[in-house]
Nanobody, 119 residues
Framework: QVQVAESGGGSVQSGGSLTLSCAAS????????MKWYRRAPGKQRELVAS???????NYTDSVKGRFTISRDNGQKTTYLQIDNLKPEDTGVYFC?????????????WGQGTQVTVSS
């Protein structure tokens, strides 16, 4: 089993920055990527950033240039740096740890961390 834990959320003013952390533990030998999702109030959950160990990072268009996903080399830990925060970035941020599963991937989910941006 794999456990995923996010941290680093909080309340910030518009224009500020936050760094979210995501740590995977347990049976993590097969984990080969991690993703960050966001669920804004009243909206569906969306994928905002992802990283596979062998590939470059990917971002949804709305966060490009402001969000940066990075990895702690050798550790199953990723970070999501969020700069120039906007009120529309408010939401619960979830991290997943992914491993190969048949022809796709299986994702282990964390509980989420709340980010609130005030104008």
């Amino acid at each position: 089993q794999v456990q995923v834990a996010e941290s680093g959320g909080g309340s910030v003013q518009s224009g500020g920055s936050l760094t979210l952390s995501c740590a995977a533990s347990g049976s993590i030998a097969d984990i080969n990527g991690m993703k960050w999702y966001r669920r804004a109030p009243g909206k569906q959950r969306e994928l905002v950033a992802s990283m596979r160990w062998a590939d470059t990072a990917n971002y949804t268009d709305s966060v490009k240039g402001r969000f940066t996903i990075s990895r702690d080399n050798g550790q199953k830990t990723t970070y999501l740096q969020i700069d120039n925060l906007k009120p529309e970035d408010t939401g619960v941020y979830f991290c997943t740890a992914a491993r190969p599963w048949f022809n796709g991937v299986y994702e282990y989910w964390g509980q989420g961390t709340q980010v609130t941006v005030s104008s």
